[in-house]
C-alpha cells in the first residue's frame, strides 16, 4: 500500500470519507429512527415509566441519564487507549475497534425492547461508546493528514459527507417504515417498528463498509516497536497533566478550550435530545404523522447543514474563526429561547432549519480552530484526546443537567431554556480569546 503524502487530495479525501461512514449512527441512531422506535416501545406498552433498579422513571430521563453515563466512560477510557496507541504507533487500529464496537451494537439494537430493559440499554451504551471513541482517533488524524490552511475546509467537506451520506440512508430508512409493505413487512403499526429495527442493522451494514477506505488509506501513526505494560496505559493522563500544563503558555488556546467546553455542553445536548423533545412536546396529531414528521424534520437539519457547514468555512476564512463562533453561539441562544414556545409542526420544521444551519458549522469550526491553534507538536493524538475527554464531559454535565431538569419538572421545556445559560456563557468566553498569538 503507497504511503501518501501529507495533504495530498487522497489522503484528505480518504479522512473525510470516514464522516461519511459513521454519520449514518448520529443521525439514524442518535437523532432519528432510534428516539422514535423508543417512543413507540412506551406507547405501545401503554406506559409512560418504566422501573429500573428499583424505581420509576420516565422514558427521557431514563435515555438521557445512560447517554450520560457513556460519555463518562469514553471521557476516562480515551485517555487511556490514545496514550498507548501514541505509545505504540497504531491508533488505526484503535479506531476500528470502536468503530467495529459500535457498528455491531447498532445490529444489535433490533433486539431492543422494555422486557429486556438492561442489555437493550447496555447495547445502546456500547453502540455510542464505539461511535464517540472511534471519533477521538479519527479527530486526531485531521493535523496529521491536512495542513493548517487545508483544515477549515477538510474538516467542513468532512461534515458535509456525513450529513450527505446519512441522509440517504435515512430516506432508505424512511420509506421502509413509511411503506413496509414494499418491503415484505406487512402493514401497520407493527410492521413500521419491524422496519425500524432493520433500519438498525443497516446503519452497522453501511458503517463497517464504508469505513474500510479510509482504514486502507489512513497511515497507522508513528512507527514503534515499542511493547505495551502496565505503565504504559496511564501514559494517556500523564500526557493530558503536559497538555494542561502547556496550556499555561498558549493563553489563546487555554481560553478557547474553556468557551469550547461551555458551548459544546450545549450544542451536543441539544443535538442527542431534539427529536425526544419533537416526539414529546410536540402537536403533531397521530402516531404515522409524528414519525413522517420527526424524520422529515431531521432530514431538514442534515440537508441544510451541508450548506451551513461551507457557509460556515467561507465565513471563517473571511471574518476570522473566533467572530464566526461568537455569532453561532448568539444565533443557538434565540433558538433555544424559540424552542420553549414552539408546539406545532411548521414551528419545528422552521427551528430545525435554522439548527441545521449552525450545527453543522459549529462543529466542523469547533474541530478545525482547535487544530489550528495547536503548538507545532507530532503528539497531536494527546492534544486531540484533551479536546474530547472535555467535549464528552460538557456533555455528562450537560445531559445531567438536562435530565434532571425534565426528571422534575416533566417537561423538556424548561431543561432546552436552561441552555441558554450555557451558549451565553459561551460567547462572553469567546471574545475573552485574543486575536493574537
Same mark, same amino acid.
Given at each position: 500500500?503507497?504511503?501518501?503524502?501529507?495533504?495530498?487530495?487522497?489522503?484528505?479525501?480518504?479522512?473525510?470519507?470516514?464522516?461519511?461512514?459513521?454519520?449514518?449512527?448520529?443521525?439514524?441512531?442518535?437523532?432519528?429512527?432510534?428516539?422514535?422506535?423508543?417512543?413507540?416501545?412506551?406507547?405501545?406498552?401503554?406506559?409512560?415509566?418504566?422501573?429500573?433498579?428499583?424505581?420509576?422513571?420516565?422514558?427521557?430521563?431514563?435515555?438521557?441519564?445512560?447517554?450520560?453515563?457513556?460519555?463518562?466512560?469514553?471521557?476516562?477510557?480515551?485517555?487511556?487507549?490514545?496514550?498507548?496507541?501514541?505509545?505504540?504507533?497504531?491508533?488505526?487500529?484503535?479506531?476500528?475497534?470502536?468503530?467495529?464496537?459500535?457498528?455491531?451494537?447498532?445490529?444489535?439494537?433490533?433486539?431492543?425492547?422494555?422486557?429486556?430493559?438492561?442489555?437493550?440499554?447496555?447495547?445502546?451504551?456500547?453502540?455510542?461508546?464505539?461511535?464517540?471513541?472511534?471519533?477521538?482517533?479519527?479527530?486526531? #488524524?485531521?493535523?496529521?493528514?491536512?495542513?493548517?490552511?487545508?483544515?477549515?475546509?477538510?474538516?467542513?467537506?468532512?461534515?458535509?459527507?456525513?450529513?450527505?451520506?446519512?441522509?440517504?440512508?435515512?430516506?432508505?430508512?424512511?420509506?421502509?417504515?413509511?411503506?413496509?409493505?414494499?418491503?415484505?413487512?406487512?402493514?401497520?403499526?407493527?410492521?413500521?417498528?419491524?422496519?425500524?429495527?432493520? @433500519?438498525?442493522?443497516?446503519?452497522?451494514?453501511?458503517? =463497517?463498509?464504508?469505513?474500510?477506505?479510509?482504514? #486502507?488509506?489512513?497511515?497507522?501513526?508513528?512507527?514503534?516497536?515499542?511493547?505495551?505494560?502496565?505503565?504504559?496505559?496511564?501514559?494517556?493522563?500523564?500526557?493530558?497533566?503536559?497538555?494542561?500544563?502547556?496550556?499555561?503558555?498558549?493563553?489563546?488556546?487555554?481560553?478557547?478550550?474553556?468557551?469550547?467546553?461551555?458551548?459544546?455542553?450545549?450544542?451536543?445536548?441539544?443535538?442527542?435530545?431534539?427529536?425526544?423533545?419533537?416526539?414529546?412536546?410536540?402537536?403533531?396529531?397521530?402516531?404515522?404523522?409524528?414519525?413522517?414528521?420527526?424524520?422529515?424534520?431531521?432530514?431538514?437539519?442534515?440537508?441544510?447543514?451541508?450548506?451551513?457547514?461551507?457557509?460556515?468555512?467561507?465565513?471563517?476564512?473571511?471574518?476570522?474563526?473566533?467572530?464566526?463562533? =461568537?455569532?453561532?453561539?448568539?444565533?443557538?441562544?434565540?433558538?433555544? =429561547?424559540?424552542?420553549?414556545?414552539?408546539?406545532?409542526?411548521?414551528?419545528?420544521?422552521?427551528?430545525?432549519?435554522?439548527?441545521?444551519?449552525?450545527?453543522?458549522?459549529?462543529?466542523?469550526?469547533?474541530? @478545525?480552530?482547535?487544530?489550528?491553534?495547536?503548538?507545532?507538536?507530532?503528539?497531536?493524538?494527546?492534544?486531540?484526546?484533551?479536546?474530547?475527554?472535555?467535549?464528552?464531559?460538557?456533555?455528562?454535565?450537560?445531559?445531567?443537567?438536562?435530565?434532571?431538569?425534565?426528571?422534575?419538572?416533566?417537561?423538556?421545556?424548561?431543561?432546552?431554556?436552561?441552555?441558554?445559560?450555557?451558549?451565553?456563557?459561551?460567547?462572553?468566553?469567546?471574545?475573552?480569546?485574543?486575536?493574537?498569538?
Amino acid at each position: 500500500m503507497e504511503t501518501l503524502a501529507k495533504g495530498s487530495k487522497k489522503l484528505l479525501n480518504a479522512w473525510a470519507f470516514y464522516d461519511w461512514a459513521n454519520s449514518v449512527y448520529s443521525l439514524v441512531i442518535a437523532s432519528a429512527v432510534f428516539p422514535i422506535f423508543y417512543g413507540a416501545l412506551f406507547s405501545k406498552a401503554g406506559v409512560e415509566t418504566v422501573m429500573v433498579f428499583g424505581g420509576q422513571i420516565r422514558s427521557t430521563p431514563l435515555i438521557t441519564y445512560t447517554t450520560a453515563a457513556a460519555f463518562l466512560v469514553v471521557a476516562i477510557t480515551s485517555p487511556l487507549l490514545s496514550g498507548v496507541a501514541d505509545y505504540v504507533g497504531n491508533k488505526k487500529n484503535f479506531m476500528k475497534f470502536f468503530c467495529y464496537l459500535g457498528a455491531l451494537s447498532c445490529i444489535g439494537l433490533y433486539w431492543f425492547s422494555l422486557e429486556h430493559i438492561y442489555i437493550s440499554l447496555f447495547v445502546y451504551f456500547l453502540a455510542l461508546i464505539g461511535f464517540w471513541g472511534s471519533l477521538v482517533f479519527y479527530n486526531s #488524524y485531521l493535523p496529521d493528514v491536512a495542513f493548517k490552511e487545508q483544515q477549515n475546509a477538510i474538516s467542513a467537506k468532512g461534515y458535509s459527507l456525513g450529513y450527505f451520506g446519512s441522509v440517504l440512508l435515512l430516506v432508505f430508512n424512511l420509506v421502509m417504515v413509511i411503506k413496509p409493505e414494499l418491503f415484505g413487512l406487512g402493514e401497520g403499526g407493527e410492521a413500521s417498528v419491524k422496519a425500524m429495527k432493520i @433500519s438498525f442493522i443497516t446503519v452497522g451494514i453501511w458503517w =463497517i463498509i464504508f469505513s474500510q477506505y479510509s482504514f #486502507y488509506h489512513l497511515p497507522k501513526g508513528n512507527k514503534s516497536d515499542k511493547k505495551v505494560t502496565a505503565k504504559v496505559l496511564f501514559n494517556g493522563f500523564r500526557e493530558l497533566k503536559t497538555v494542561y500544563a502547556s496550556l499555561k503558555e498558549n493563553l489563546k488556546l487555554k481560553r478557547y478550550l474553556a468557551a469550547f467546553f461551555v458551548y459544546s455542553m450545549a450544542v451536543q445536548t441539544v443535538m442527542l435530545i431534539a427529536t425526544y423533545f419533537g416526539e414529546q412536546e410536540i402537536n403533531w396529531g397521530g402516531d404515522d404523522a409524528k414519525t413522517i414528521g420527526l424524520i422529515g424534520s431531521i432530514l431538514i437539519i442534515q440537508l441544510v447543514a451541508i450548506l451551513g457547514a461551507w457557509l460556515t468555512s467561507k465565513a471563517a476564512t473571511r471574518f476570522g474563526n473566533i467572530k464566526t463562533l =461568537i455569532v453561532i453561539n448568539v444565533i443557538w441562544v434565540f433558538l433555544c =429561547i424559540t424552542a420553549f414556545f414552539i408546539y406545532e409542526p411548521i414551528q419545528f420544521y422552521i427551528t430545525a432549519g435554522v439548527v441545521g444551519l449552525v450545527m453543522g458549522g459549529i462543529q466542523a469550526l469547533s474541530r @478545525s480552530t482547535y487544530s489550528k491553534f495547536l503548538p507545532e507538536t507530532k503528539d497531536t493524538t494527546s492534544y486531540f484526546s484533551f479536546y474530547d475527554v472535555a467535549e464528552k464531559i460538557g456533555i455528562v454535565f450537560g445531559m445531567l443537567i438536562y435530565g434532571v431538569i425534565d426528571h422534575i419538572t416533566g417537561t423538556m421545556r424548561n431543561s432546552i431554556l436552561f441552555l441558554v445559560v450555557f451558549f451565553a456563557i459561551g460567547v462572553v468566553l469567546l471574545l475573552r480569546v485574543p486575536r493574537k498569538s
